[in-house]
T-cell receptor, first 115, second 115 residues
Framework: DTEVTQTPKHLVMGMTNKKSLKCEQH?????MYWYKQKAKKPPELMFV???????INESVPSRFSPECPNSSLLNLHLHALQPEDSALYLC??????????????FGDGTRLSIL | GNSVTQMEGPVTLSEEAFLTINCTYT??????LFWYVQYPGEGLQLLLK?????DKGSNKGFEATYRKETTSFHLEKGSVQVSDSAVYFC??????????????FGQGTILTVHP
């Protein structure tokens, strides 16, 4: 069982919709991440939060908006997405800060389809 | 920069066969090394890790040894099962520096085990 919980597991939305992805961890980790993964490819880093502050944005389009309400929660707000944004969105967390070499622990992801 | 190269797949084996998936890396700094596994429809699970030269990571019958002299971290299992069918990712993380602890993945190796 994964210790990083993501909801929903599946999401279908139109290009004009607004939706949010949620991620929760209770391991006391202070670094949290959003990744995008296309089929059979490695995950691509999108955002990094360290101690609830956004520390890294990997040049992600503004239609993706992350939020970290507290140390256990991470959200990804979606608006006006494009069909090419259809993918598996993974959340991860790790001990230490973003500069550590600790492993990252992943959730099962949200499979997003844009109509 | 940092990079990870995995053997090209897909790899197809019969049950109880010996498995090797090659992984080599380049890194600026001293990396920690990881193997992640992704089962169909799921997120990434940390399979094993090694943080310094000559460390051997092991889990669920899988093993990998951190070889600094050959910059390698090959994954092995003595007898695979059908349930091992998945995508395997080799990854590294370097503490600090310009990579800000970013997790660098290989391209992934698809393993299929037949009864």
């Amino acid at each position: 069982d994964t210790e990083v919980t993501q909801t929903p597991k599946h999401l279908v939305m139109g290009m004009t919709n607004k939706k949010s992805l949620k991620c929760e961890q209770h391991m006391g980790h202070r670094a949290m991440y959003w990744y995008k993964q296309k089929a059979k490819k490695p995950p691509e880093l999108m955002f990094v939060y360290s101690y609830e502050k956004l520390s890294i944005n990997e040049s992600v389009p503004s239609r993706f908006s992350p939020e970290c309400p507290n140390s256990s929660l991470l959200n990804l707000h979606l608006h006006a997405l494009q069909p090419e944004d259809s993918a598996l969105y993974l959340c991860a967390s790790s001990a230490g800060d973003t500069y550590s070499n600790q492993p990252q622990h992943f959730g099962d992801g949200t499979r997003l389809s844009i109509l | 920069g940092n990079s990870v190269t995995q053997m090209e797949g897909p790899v197809t084996l019969s049950e109880e066969a010996f498995l090797t998936i090659n992984c080599t890396y380049t890194a600026t700094g001293y990396p920690s090394l990881f193997w992640y596994v992704q089962y169909p429809g799921e997120g990434l699970q940390l399979l094993l890790k090694a943080t310094k030269a000559d460390d051997k990571g092991s889990n669920k019958g899988f093993e990998a040894t951190y070889r600094k002299e050959t910059t390698s971290f090959h994954l092995e299992k003595g007898s695979v099962q059908v349930s091992d069918s998945a995508v395997y990712f080799c990854a590294l993380r370097v503490a600090g520096g310009t990579s800000y602890g970013k997790l660098t993945f290989g391209q992934g190796t698809i393993l299929t085990v037949h009864p």
